[in-house]
């Protein structure tokens, strides 16, 4: 379970989130929506504690970010935004590497299933710099898996991919939500409608709406995007 409770984030006097609260739970995939510059990605860094809030709280499955940062971390698997990875590492090596640091047992099966699971095996035997953006998106995807994370955090986890590659990665974000909490920010209404059972948008900071799927379709989404972004 993901607790955002009262998050505000202020970079030199600039209010990148304000006041920021929600709860996610297991079985759910929240699409997170929001023009850029919304602060998607700053909220992102907060819940995987790579930054501090400048006030208010978070916990991941009753950890906090504050006192608990290893158990955070831990618990979370995370892709973000502009996916850095190591250009002269083997895809086996670095998912190998990813695997052992966060202490994954048969650690080596563990990459055959992922290479399997996000469809690298066409591309197994190449380097990391070797691959084309959708692949790279796919390394990181298994990077985030690999322990078996409780909840998923996706930044704009299929900008760059062709459309078959996205009803794949889209197919395998959906079915690990049935187990996990998944967080992933995205501009294409369509695959909100397609991955997610809730939207929560937000807007120069501020959370300005929060629906659950089954009760609006992409296009009154884009609707109601454009109403409170305006
Ligand atoms: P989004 O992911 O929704 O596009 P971000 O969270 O990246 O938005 O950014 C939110 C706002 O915070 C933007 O105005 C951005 O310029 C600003 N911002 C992000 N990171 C920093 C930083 N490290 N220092 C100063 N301002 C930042
Ligand atoms: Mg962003």
Request: charged letters at 25%.
């Amino acid at each position: 379970m993901i607790e955002v409770k009262h998050i505000t984030k202020i970079y030199d006097g600039q209010r990148a989130l304000d006041d920021v609260s929600f709860t996610a739970k297991e079985g759910e995939v929240v699409g997170l929506l929001g023009p850029n510059g919304a602060g998607k990605s700053t909220l992102m860094k907060i819940l995987t504690c790579y930054i501090p809030p400048t006030e208010g709280d978070a916990t991941i499955g009753g950890h906090s970010i504050y006192d608990e940062p290893l158990e955070v971390r831990r618990m979370i698997g995370y892709l973000p935004e502009h996916n850095p990875l190591y250009p002269d590492m083997y895809i086996r090596e670095f998912l190998r590497f990813s695997a052992e640091m966060y202490g994954v047992k048969k650690s080596k099966e563990r990459v055959e299933e992922m290479v399997e699971l996000v469809g690298l095996t066409p591309e197994s035997n190449k380097r990391i710099g070797q691959l084309s953006k959708g692949y790279r998106q796919r390394v990181g995807l298994a990077q985030a898996l690999i322990h078996d994370p409780q909840v998923l955090i996706l930044d704009e986890p299929t900008t760059g991919l062709d459309p078959n590659q996205l009803e794949e990665i889209r197919a395998v974000i959906k079915n690990a939500g049935k187990e996990k909490v998944v967080l992933l920010s995205t501009h294409i209404m369509q695959e909100v409608e397609a991955m997610c059972s809730r939207a929560i948008i937000i807007n120069h900071g501020r959370l300005v709406s929060d629906d659950k799927l089954e009760h609006i379709t992409s296009q009154q989404l884009t609707e109601k995007f454009h109403q409170v972004t305006a």
